[in-house]
């Protein structure tokens, strides 16, 4: 029987997403990792679930969908109940429930949300969860023309980790907007069918690099067109946070 739920971590505190094996043996521990672990205790066999996307070192979550395979009905509130206590509080699962036997968290998304936080002053208690970029006055006015052109279907292959496994690397944007929080702090609603490894990164930390006066409105568009040379920034992972995945029917 195929079952499913929501969860969200404390991406810091994991190498990851994607469980990492040598030898038969766990080489670092990730999120896929410890919830398996802490499924194999509560279930009494092992398990294994898949995720609707990997995220990256750091990278937080908020609404990451799961799926595992069981043979036999489970008590969804009890085991919810034993994993958020088995995973010392950096991981809490929600909304667990058996579904069709051929849902599949990550064919079957329809949408990824992901929330990106910048910081333009230094601070503290927010700083694991945020870009902390010091006092720069940061153009965003300019950042949020910019956001504009990743908008509607284009191929990303320049805003990923390099790769050359013959996979398409074609994403639908529906959503870029830049949302200001406060004085000092601003964040971006990004929204799209799919995301490459490290694109989100990619994207934003382009954005900053018009913001602060580096490069000029029109960089994304040189991008695209191959026409562009030059350094560019990679927005570190704490700032990123995969807010929900969208699905027909949950």
């Known amino acids: 029987m195929r079952y499913r739920f929501r969860c969200e971590y404390l ?3 994991f190498y990851g997403w994607q469980a990492q094996n040598e030898g038969g043996k766990t080489k670092f521990v990730t999120v896929q990792s410890a919830l398996e672990e802490a499924l194999a205790i509560a279930l009494r066999t ?6 609707s996307g990997r ?8 609404g990451q969908c ?14 919810e109940r034993s994993i958020n206590g088995l995973t010392k509080r950096l991981i809490r699962i929600r909304d667990l429930e058996p579904c069709a036997p051929d849902f599949h968290s990550r064919y079957d998304a329809l949408c990824r949300y992901y929330q990106y936080t910048i910081f333009t002053r230094p601070v503290a208690l927010m700083r694991d969860f945020g870009w902390e970029c010091g006092t720069l006055n940061l153009d965003l006015e300019s950042m949020e023309k910019e956001a504009e052109s990743f908008l509607g279907e284009h191929d990303f292959i320049d805003f990923c980790i390099p790769r050359n496994d013959g996979k398409p690397t074609d994403c639908i944007l529906t959503e ?9 702090s601003c964040m971006f609603h990004i929204k799209g ?6 694109q989100v990164r990619a994207m934003v930390g382009t954005l900053f690099d018009v913001g602060r006066g580096r490069y000029p409105v029109g960089t994304v568009n040189r991008i695209f067109e191959k026409n562009f ?8 992972p704490q700032g990123l946070v995969l807010q929900n995945v969208e699905y027909r029917d949950y």
């Open 46 to 51: 092992p398990v294994r679930i898949t995720g």
């Open 176 to 184: 870029f907007r830049l949302e200001r929080l406060s004085d000092w």
């Open 55 to 62: 995220t990256d070192t750091g990278v937080h979550a908020r």
């Open 193 to 198: 069918n799919r995301f490459l490894h490290r």
């Open 66 to 79: 799961v799926h595992f395979d069981f043979d036999g009905e489970i008590d969804c509130a009890r085991l």
């Open 229 to 236: 040379k030059g350094e560019r920034t990679w927005a570190p």
């Open 11 to 13: 991406g810091s505190a």
